[in-house]
T-cell receptor, first 114, second 115 residues
Framework: EAQVTQNPRYLITVTGKKLTVTCSQN?????MSWYRQDPGLGLRQIYYSMNVEVTDKGDVPEGYKVSRKEKRNFPLILESPSPNQTSLYFC?????????????FGPGTRLTVT | AQSVTQLGSHVSVSEGALVLLRCNYS??????LFWYVQYPNQGLQLLLKYTSAATLVKGINGFEAEFKKSETSFHLTKPSAHMSDAAEYFCAVSKNSGGYQKVTFGTGTKLQVIP
């Protein structure tokens, strides 16, 4: 089954404690992205990757890091989480093949930073 | 820069009534346009997409949307609402930006279906 998986689904942590949210896709997609969803703001892109070792900032990258060492994985790293990073996070993948660029989303990770 | 405006953060309709969710976009070139649906506690899933093949696009679950270039609109409709349509709907625009297909989402519209 084609899918994007994220772990963990729920995470409660404290300010300053480094964390990683994993994302993996099994569709051999080149493009992967991280979004955060906040009420009234929709989805905002944090980082994206066009392929292995190619990443770039999205609209709200401050406080986040990513890496793309393998095509299927795109972890999101919060080196020193702060309460304003409490949000719902989504990983998504897509492919330029076929030129439709529709995205496939993971189930989301709800992060609470206290 | 491209942007998407969804009018109405909350829309309520009666079961069986017409559903109309509005989306206007701004883009300097014809974009790709999408509607995604998010059911409670789930990720987003594609409802339908416009890729210039046809201006009236049919999607899953009886939804359709019409691309109107003159109005820069891509409104989502369904003739008869069902209780299972209660969800949040996001309009999105995608455009090539420096070799990458940049996607911008609207702020979402929550659809409530009243029995």
């Amino acid at each position: 089954e084609a899918q994007v998986t994220q772990n963990p689904r729920y995470l409660i942590t404290v300010t300053g404690k480094k964390l990683t949210v994993t994302c993996s896709q099994n569709m051999n997609h080149e493009y992967m992205s991280w979004y955060r969803q906040d009420p009234g703001l929709g989805l905002r892109q944090i980082y994206y990757s066009m392929n292995v070792e190619v990443t770039d900032k999205g609209d709200v990258p401050e406080g986040y890091k990513v890496s793309r060492k393998e095509k299927r994985n795109f972890p999101l790293i919060l080196e020193s989480p702060s309460p304003n990073q409490t949000s719902l996070y989504f990983c998504a993948s897509s492919s330029p093949a076929g030129s439709t660029y529709e995205q496939y989303f993971g189930p989301g990770t709800r992060l609470t930073v206290t | 820069a491209q942007s998407v405006t969804q009018l109405g953060s909350h829309v309520s309709v009666s079961e069986g009534a017409l559903v109309l969710l509005r989306c206007n976009y701004s883009s300097s070139v014809p974009p790709y346009l999408f509607w995604y649906v998010q059911y409670p506690n789930q990720g987003l899933q594609l409802l339908l997409k416009y890729t210039s093949a046809a201006t009236l696009v049919k999607g899953i679950n009886g939804f359709e949307a019409e691309f109107k270039k003159s109005e820069t609109s891509f409104h989502l409709t369904k003739p008869s609402a069902h209780m299972s349509d209660a969800a949040e709907y996001f309009c999105a625009v995608s455009k090539n930006s420096g070799g990458y297909q940049k996607v911008t989402f609207g702020t979402g519209t929550k659809l409530q279906v009243i029995p």
